[in-house]
């Protein structure tokens, strides 16, 4: 069972930047697809990013494509979210998660079997 552990989150003021990391441990990421989430207070939880097991393929909500970019580096057992142009509405509790299967759209929480405990991101107007 791999276990994620996420970093680098913090307070910034809109238009600046922020990286975030998920390291694993347990197992290696390089068959992992790998995604990160996010949720803000009363609300639920919404896709950021994912990366496909192999790198070639990501995929961007919306609201953060153009901002925000995921890498992995399966060397150091690590995904990146590297944030920038932040908003006050990207406010919020990240989340890495990990998919051994690949199977379904990577834009469904409900198909990621391993969570993070999650790192804030309070960005401020």
């Known amino acids: 069972q791999v276990q994620l552990v996420e970093s680098g989150g913090g307070l910034v003021q809109a238009g600046g930047s922020l990286r975030l990391s998920c390291a694993a441990s347990g197992r290696t990421l390089s068959t992992y697809r790998m995604g990160w989430f996010r949720q803000a207070p009363g609300k639920e939880r919404e896709f950021v990013a994912a990366?496909?097991?192999?790198?070639?393929?990501?995929y961007y909500a919306a609201s953060v494509k153009g901002r925000f970019a995921i890498s992995r580096d399966d060397a150091k057992n690590t995904v990146y979210l590297q944030m920038n142009s932040l908003k006050p509405e990207d406010t919020a509790v990240y989340y890495c998660?990990?998919?051994?299967?690949?199977?379904?759209?990577?834009?469904?929480?409900?198909?990621?079997?391993?969570w993070g405990q999650g790192t804030q991101v309070t960005v401020s107007s």
């Open positions: 998660s990990a998919d051994a299967q690949s199977i379904g759209t990577a834009y469904d929480y409900r198909i990621y079997e391993t």
């Open positions: 990366i496909s097991w192999n790198g070639v393929n990501t």
